[in-house]
């Protein structure tokens, strides 16, 4: 019945990794005065302090969506289980009571 949480989290590292960039391509540089920026950008310590960060976390990140995922696919199964539990319970006992009643039943209502 649909698709597990997790499968929705693979564009997760992606979006992890342009935000990052993105953070170190502001974080500024240590560029000499006078001395031209290459053309890729220039990096500093931040940036590589954030990209040392994004190396380290990469797996973390993967292990709590699919951990989450998890969580949540057994939390709907184990839901769904009690659901059709309680309708197998109610069907039984509507089931036990719609039956005639018996001689005995019959012998306990009296006038």
Same mark, same amino acid.
């Given at each position: 019945?649909?698709?597990?949480?997790?499968?929705? @989290?693979? /564009?997760?590292?992606?979006?992890?990794?342009?935000?990052? !960039?993105?953070?170190?391509?502001?974080?500024?540089?240590?560029?000499?005065?006078?001395?031209?920026?290459? +053309?890729? /950008?220039?990096? $500093?310590?931040?940036?590589?302090?954030? @990209?040392?960060?994004?190396?380290?976390?990469?797996?973390?990140? +993967?292990? !709590?969506?699919?951990?989450?995922? +998890? #969580?949540?696919? $057994?939390?709907? !199964?184990?839901?769904?289980?009690?659901?059709? /539990?309680? !309708?197998?319970?109610?069907?039984?006992? @509507?089931?036990?009571? #719609?039956?005639?009643?018996?001689?005995?039943?019959?012998?306990?209502?009296?006038?």
């Amino acid at each position: 019945m649909g698709r597990a949480w997790s499968d929705d @989290q693979d /564009g997760l590292a992606p979006e992890y990794g342009e935000g990052l !960039l993105g953070a170190a391509t502001c974080a500024g540089t240590m560029v000499l005065g006078g001395t031209e920026i290459p +053309k890729g /950008g220039a990096f $500093g310590p931040v940036a590589q302090a954030l @990209q040392e960060f994004q190396d380290h976390t990469n797996g973390e990140l +993967k292990f !709590l969506a699919v951990r989450t995922g +998890k #969580s949540i696919t $057994g939390a709907r !199964l184990a839901t769904e289980e009690y659901i059709k /539990g309680d !309708l197998e319970m109610a069907r039984n006992k @509507q089931k036990e009571y #719609s039956k005639a009643p018996t001689p005995e039943e019959l012998k306990g209502l009296k006038k």
